[in-house]
């Protein structure tokens, strides 16, 4: 004996095509032409991560910035932007930097405050810039990791009349009261300064 096969109503279709609708149609339509917002660094693609995660801001109209904080992820890349993404984790950078090809995400406005330092005077005051990679695993520090970090660094001392030393170019661990150990003793300060000069 042949069964017979039962088809959803169209009345059932359309409701669990709503259902499913359901959170697109609160989110606001978008402009027609709009554009994503063009990175401040044009070699980065924009990977913004979410405003939980940042406080908005005029810098440098209110308080122009006078320190570059280097970072060393503890994560891949696709975690560390992902991790930005994300409304509870409530921190972020600037700027991340890929390990195998140097590439540059940004993912806070310059002009915003990024919550990468630890310490609100120094998030104040500094651009966070993150590296994929492990303080205990120097083979992330990529050639190329290098050159277009110190290249990106160059670009922000620049802009905002930064000396390129090491007392405005520091690390995560160099934060008063902080616990990380960022970017760590294999990270190469000679060599990244020297990069930074010559960009």
């Not at 940004?106 to 915003?112: A, S």
Request: glycine share 6%; proline share 9%; with cysteine.
């Amino acid at each position: 004996m042949e069964r017979t096969r039962v088809f959803p109503s169209r009345r059932r279709l359309l409701k669990s095509a709503a259902l499913a609708a359901g959170p697109y149609v609160l989110l606001p339509a978008p402009r027609v032409g709009a554009q994503p917002p063009s990175p401040d660094y044009p070699s980065a693609t924009w990977e913004p991560a979410t405003t939980a995660n940042y406080t908005a801001s005029h810098r440098p109209v209110t308080l122009l910035p006078d320190l570059v904080v280097i970072h060393v992820t503890q994560a891949s890349y696709s975690t560390t932007l992902a991790v930005f993404q994300h409304p509870r984790k409530k921190v972020s950078a600037h700027y991340v930097v890929r390990s195998g090809d140097g590439h540059v995400a940004q993912c806070v406005r310059e002009r915003d405050i990024a919550w990468h330092a630890g310490d609100w005077n120094h998030n104040l005051r500094s651009i966070g810039i993150e590296h994929e990679g492990w303080v205990d695993r120097p083979g992330y520090f990529t050639d190329v990791l290098y050159e277009q970090s110190a290249r990106l660094t160059a670009t922000v001392c620049a802009r905002y009349g930064i000396p390129k030393d090491r007392t405005h170019i520091i690390g995560h661990y160099e934060v008063p009261g902080t616990d990380h150990t960022d970017p760590g003793p294999s990270w190469d300060w000679t060599r990244y300064l020297r990069l930074v000069n010559g960009a």
